[in-house]
Nanobody, 121 residues
Framework: QVQLVESGGGSVQAGGSLALSCAAS????????MAWFRQAPGKERERVAE???????SYADSVKGRLTISKDKAKNTLYLQMNSLKPEDTAVYYC???????????????WGQGTQVTVSS
């Protein structure tokens, strides 16, 4: 059974940094696409960053140059380094994985429980 467990959320002032981790288990890590999503109160879930099985990455325009997604195959762990944080980055951040790399981000994706990130001005 696929399990994704996020950690590293917290509170930080604007301009600060946080690093999120997602420990993955229950599948062949290297063949999956993985991504970070976020959801702020009253807003739809937003895809923040994605890393495909070949290592290629993509980002939402709102986070380009500030957030970096990476993975450590040996540790089966996904990371999100967040720098120059803004109050609008405040949200619950979710780790997700999909063996089919489906771009509809629907039913084939597995999800973690989420971790809160709060950025104060």
């Amino acid at each position: 059974q696929v399990q994704l467990v996020e950690s590293g959320g917290g509170s930080v002032q604007a301009g600060g940094s946080l690093a999120l981790s997602c420990a993955a288990s229950g599948y062949t890590y290297s063949s999956y696409c993985m991504a970070w999503f976020r959801q702020a109160p009253g807003k739809e879930r937003e895809r923040v960053a994605e890393i495909d099985s070949d290592g290629s990455t993509s980002y939402a325009d709102s986070v380009k140059g500030r957030l970096t997604i990476s993975k450590d195959k040996a540790k089966n762990t996904l990371y999100l380094q967040m720098n120059s944080l803004k109050p609008e980055d405040t949200a619950v951040y979710y780790c997700a994985a999909d063996p089919w790399c489906s771009k509809d981000y629907g039913g084939s994706w597995y999800w973690g429980q989420g971790t809160q990130v709060t950025v104060s001005s």
